[in-house]
C-alpha cells in the first residue's frame, strides 16, 4: 500500500522552504530584531544554554506552553519527536520514548521515563498530575539517562521547572470559556514577603460537561472538574544560603471515558453476544467514539500532595543543594472496560441480548513517597565543570482492582502492596579539551529492592484470577550506568556531538497476577546501550535554529507485558515478562524558523524503526483448538512505537501600533500507525491521525491583556489514543480523543 504520509506534510513543508527562499532576498536584516531566543535548562543539574549540551533535548517555554493551551502530557507527547503518550485510563498515563514504554501497571511496577517537577521524582504514574498556572518550561531528555537520573529513565526523562516567588510583584490571571459547558480559571500571584523573603500562590481549576452520549439514557458522561495549586516562599537566609519550601496538591474529579469496541475476530467474531461490535450495532452504538451503551457510568477521583524543602548554599567554587521531598496520593477509579451493556442470555445469543463478557474494572491505589538529594556542582568558572550527588527514595504502593463480570456472578479482586526503597551515587564531569573540543564523562550506581505481598480474592466463577492467601516476596537488583560524550564546536554556532550512554529499568513483579506462583516470580531489570550522534545549529543570523540527532539502541531483556489465553482456557490472563534482545534505531529533528521579524515557523519529525531481535515468550498460547503454542514474536515491531511522527506550527503577528497587536497560529501534528500488542495483531493497532489546532489572539500595547478565541482538533478527528485486547487478542476495545472543541481565554498579566 502507498504510503501518503510525506505527501500529507508535503505542503507544509514546500510552504515553509517557499518562505525561506522568498525572504531571502527580503529586506530584513539582523539588526532589524534579535532572533530566536536562548533557551536555558537544567537538563544536566546545571543552568546551561540548550544548544551547548550534547544531548537530544525538547524544551517548551511556559509562554509556549500557555500559548498552545498545554494542559497535560498527552499535549507534550504530541510536540515531542520521538514520544508518545497514551493513557489506560484518565488517571493510568503510559510513556514511550523512542519506542520504549511500560504497560505493567501493578504495584510494584517501574515505568520507563522518569517525571519529575522542580527535582523531585515522581514514582507513582497515578501521581503524575501536572495541570499547573505557573510552569517556566518543560524539558524533555530523549534516550537513556542512567547517569544523572537513575532508575526507571531508560527511555529518557520529563523535569516539570515552575517559576520560582520573584522579588518584583507579579500577577496574571486567565479565564476560559468554550464548548461543553467549558469553564477554567487560572491565577498566580507572586513577589516579596519582606526584604529577603518571597513567596508564589497559583491554581488552575477546570470545568467540562463532557462529549459523551450515553445512547440508553440520552444524558451526558465526562464531565470533568479539576484543580491543581502551588505555593512557594523563597527565603533568601544569608549572602550565601537560599531556602526554599514548596506545596503542591491536585483534586480531580472525572468523568467516564468511552470504551469503544473496535474489533472482534475468530470465536468472538461471529455477530453472536461474544462479537462486541457487533453487539455495538445492534444496540445502537453506531460505531460513533462518542456514543456510549455502558449499564456503568465510569468515574475517576484523585487527589494529590505534595512538600518540598530546597537548600542551595553557595560555597567557594562549589554549590551544595539538597532536596527533601513527601509526596502522597489516592487514586479511586471504575470503567465499563468495553462501553458495552451486559447480556440477558448466554454465550451464543443474539447481538442484540447485550454482551455476554462485559466487564467492570475498577482500581484503588494509595501511594507515598519519600526521596532524598544531596548534589555538589562546581561553580562553572573553570575548564572542567562537574557534579556529584546521592540519591535516596522510599516508596509505598498499596493497591487493588477489581474484575466484575456483569452477565455472569464473578467478581475478582487482586491486592498488591509494594516497598520499594533505593539508592545511587553518581558523578559527571565535563572537560575542555581544546578550544573546540570537550569531552563530557559519567557513572553512576544504582541499587533498589522490591517487597511485595499479594493476594486474590474471587466470588463467583474464577475466570481472569484465582485465589490466594496473601503470599509475599522481594527481590533486588542493582546497576552500573554511564555516558561518555565528545563534542565538537564545528563554527560559533553549530555543535556536533556523539555519545554512548547506558541505562536500566528495575524488575519487578506482575500486577494482578492470576495466580500465586505468578504473583511472586519476579521479571528482571531491563538494560539499554544507546550510541547517538547529532548537531545542533543556529544559521542565518540568528534566524533559524536546527537540532537533528541520529541513534541506535540495543536493548536486554525488555520487560513486556501481554493479555493471553493460556492453553484449553476461556479467558485470558496478565503477563509481564522479559523479551531476549531488542534494537531501535531513528532520526529526529527539531527546527525554530524566523523568516521575517512578524513570522515563526517550527517543528519536529521523527523516524523509528523497533524489532524484537529475539522474543520466545516462556509462556504458551492457546493456538484456537486447545493446544499450547509458544508464539516466536521476533522481528515484530514494539509496542507503541509508531515508524513516524511529526509536529509543526506557523505563527503570523500584526502589529497594530496603539491599538497593540494581532497574532495567528496553526498547529499540525501527526502520528503514524503503532502496535500496542507484541504480537502485532491488526486489532491492537492504532492507525495514523492527523490534528489541526487554531488560535487567533489579540495583545494591548503595554502587553496587559490578551483575548485569544482558539478550537483544537480543527478537524474533527476520530483518532484512538488507546487500545488494548481481550480473549487472546481476539476482541479489542479503544478510547478516543476529544471531538473539535472551541473557545475564548482572556489573560490579564501585571
Not at 521524582?121 to 510552569?135: E, K, P, S
Not at 534494537?583 to 523516524?607: H, N
Request: aromatic letters at 10%.
Amino acid at each position: 500500500m502507498k504510503d501518503t504520509t510525506l505527501n500529507t506534510i508535503h505542503p507544509l513543508t514546500l510552504a515553509t522552504a517557499i518562505t525561506a527562499a522568498i525572504t531571502g532576498t527580503s529586506s530584513a536584516t539582523a539588526e532589524d530584531f534579535m532572533g530566536i531566543e536562548e533557551v536555558v535548562v537544567t537538563a544536566q543539574k546545571r543552568a546551561e544554554s540548550l544548544q551547548d549540551i550534547p544531548l537530544a533535548i525538547s524544551a517548551f517555554s511556559g509562554d509556549q506552553v500557555r500559548e498552545d493551551g498545554i494542559s497535560t502530557l498527552e499535549d507534550i507527547g504530541s510536540r515531542t519527536p520521538g514520544m508518545v503518550f497514551a493513557a489506560f485510563s484518565a488517571g493510568q498515563p503510559e510513556i514511550a520514548i523512542r519506542g520504549i514504554g511500560t504497560k505493567e501497571d501493578g504495584a510494584a511496577a517501574s515505568d520507563s521515563t522518569v517525571v519529575s517537577v522542580d527535582d523531585v521524582y515522581i514514582a507513582a504514574r497515578t501521581a503524575q498530575v501536572f495541570d499547573i498556572f505557573d510552569l517556566e518550561r518543560v524539558e524533555v531528555l530523549r534516550g537513556p539517562q542512567g547517569t544523572l537520573y537513575g532508575k526507571n529513565s531508560i527511555g529518557g526523562s520529563i523535569n516539570f521547572v515552575t517559576s520560582k516567588p520573584t522579588e518584583e510583584t507579579e500577577f496574571r490571571i486567565r479565564q476560559t470559556v468554550g464548548d461543553y459547558g467549558r469553564n477554567d480559571t487560572g491565577a498566580l500571584l507572586s513577589g516579596a514577603l519582606s526584604d529577603n523573603v518571597f513567596g508564589k500562590v497559583s491554581f488552575s481549576r477546570r470545568e467540562s460537561d463532557g462529549y459523551i452520549k450515553h445512547v440508553p439514557t440520552g444524558d451526558t458522561w465526562g464531565e470533568q472538574e479539576t484543580l491543581a495549586w502551588r505555593a512557594q516562599v523563597r527565603w533568601l537566609a544569608t549572602e550565601n544560603v537560599e531556602i526554599q519550601f514548596s506545596a503542591d496538591g491536585a483534586d480531580d474529579e472525572l468523568g467516564a471515558s468511552n470504551r469503544e469496541p473496535v474489533g472482534g475476530v475468530g470465536r468472538s467474531g461471529n455477530g453472536d453476544s461474544l462479537d462486541p461490535v457487533a453487539v455495538n450495532i445492534a444496540l445502537g452504538g453506531a460505531n460513533d467514539p462518542h456514543n456510549s451503551l455502558a449499564e456503568t457510568e465510569g468515574s475517576t477521583d484523585r487527589d494529590v500532595e505534595g512538600y518540598s524543602v530546597r537548600v542551595n548554599w553557595d560555597l567557594d567554587n562549589m554549590t551544595l543543594t539538597s532536596i527533601t521531598a513527601y509526596r502522597e496520593s489516592q487514586f479511586d477509579w471504575i470503567e465499563d472496560s468495553e462501553g458495552l451493556p451486559p447480556a440477558t442470555s448466554g454465550p451464543t445469543g443474539p447481538a442484540d441480548a447485550g454482551f455476554f463478557l462485559d466487564l467492570n474494572d475498577s482500581a484503588i491505589e494509595e501511594t507515598q513517597q519519600i526521596t532524598q538529594e544531596f548534589r555538589l556542582t562546581s561553580s562553572g568558572d573553570s575548564s572542567i565543570d562537574w557534579v556529584v550527588g546521592l540519591f535516596y527514595s522510599l516508596e509505598d504502593i498499596e493497591r487493588s482492582e477489581t474484575f466484575a463480570f456483569t452477565s455472569f456472578p464473578s467478581v475478582q479482586t487482586s491486592y498488591q502492596e509494594n516497598e520499594s526503597s533505593s539508592w545511587a551515587l553518581y558523578g559527571q564531569s565535563g572537560f575542555e579539551l581544546t578550544d573546540t573540543l570537550s569531552l563530557t564523562a559519567g557513572l553512576r550506581y544504582s541499587t533498589e529492592e522490591k517487597d511485595i505481598a499479594v493476594s486474590n480474592d474471587v466470588n463467583g466463577a474464577a475466570a481472569l484470577l484465582q485465589p490466594f492467601d496473601e503470599v509475599e516476596a522481594s527481590d533486588d537488583w542493582s546497576n552500573v550506568s554511564g555516558r561518555l560524550a565528545l563534542d565538537w564546536a564545528v563554527a560559533e554556532d553549530a555543535l556536533a556531538y556523539a555519545s554512548i550512554s547506558t541505562g536500566f529499568k528495575s524488575g519487578g513483579f506482575t500486577g494482578s497476577a492470576s495466580t500465586a506462583e505468578r504473583a511472586t516470580t519476579p521479571f528482571d531489570s531491563e538494560k539499554a546501550t544507546s550510541l547517538e550522534v547529532g548537531l545542533k545549529s543556529q544559521w542565518w543570523d540568528n534566524r533559524l535554529r536546527l537540532n537533528v540527532s541520529a541513534f541506535y539502541t540495543d536493548y536486554e531483556d525488555l520487560q513486556v507485558t501481554r493479555f493471553f489465553l493460556p492453553a484449553g482456557g476461556t479467558f485470558g490472563e496478565f503477563i509481564t515478562e522479559n523479551a531476549a534482545t531488542a534494537t531501535i534505531d531513528g532520526i529526529e529533528l527539531e527546527f525554530t524558523l524566523l523568516p521575517l521579524e512578524q513570522m515563526e515557523i517550527g517543528g519536529s519529525f521523527a523516524y523509528l524503526s523497533t524489532e524484537f531481535d529475539e522474543f520466545n515468550p516462556t509462556t504458551a498460547n492457546d493456538d484456537g483448538a486447545g493446544n499450547p503454542t509458544i508464539p516466536d514474536y521476533s522481528g515484530n515491531k514494539l509496542r507503541q512505537a509508531p515508524r513516524k511522527t511529526a509536529s509543526f506550527y506557523g505563527k503570523y503577528t500584526w502589529e497594530l501600533g496603539d491599538s497593540g497587536s494581532l497574532y495567528a497560529k496553526v498547529n499540525y501534528r501527526f502520528q503514524d500507525e503503532s502496535f500496542y500488542d507484541p504480537d502485532n495483531n491488526d486489532l491492537t493497532m492504532i492507525p495514523k491521525y492527523r490534528i489541526w489546532d487554531a488560535r487567533v489572539a489579540w495583545k494591548s500595547l503595554d502587553e496587559h491583556w490578551e483575548v485569544a478565541a482558539w478550537a483544537k482538533n480543527l478537524g474533527d478527528e476520530e483518532y484512538r489514543t488507546h487500545i488494548f485486547s481481550q480473549r487472546g487478542g481476539e476482541i479489542a476495545f479503544a478510547p478516543f480523543g476529544a471531538p473539535a472543541t472551541y473557545g475564548l481565554s482572556m489573560t490579564y498579566t501585571y
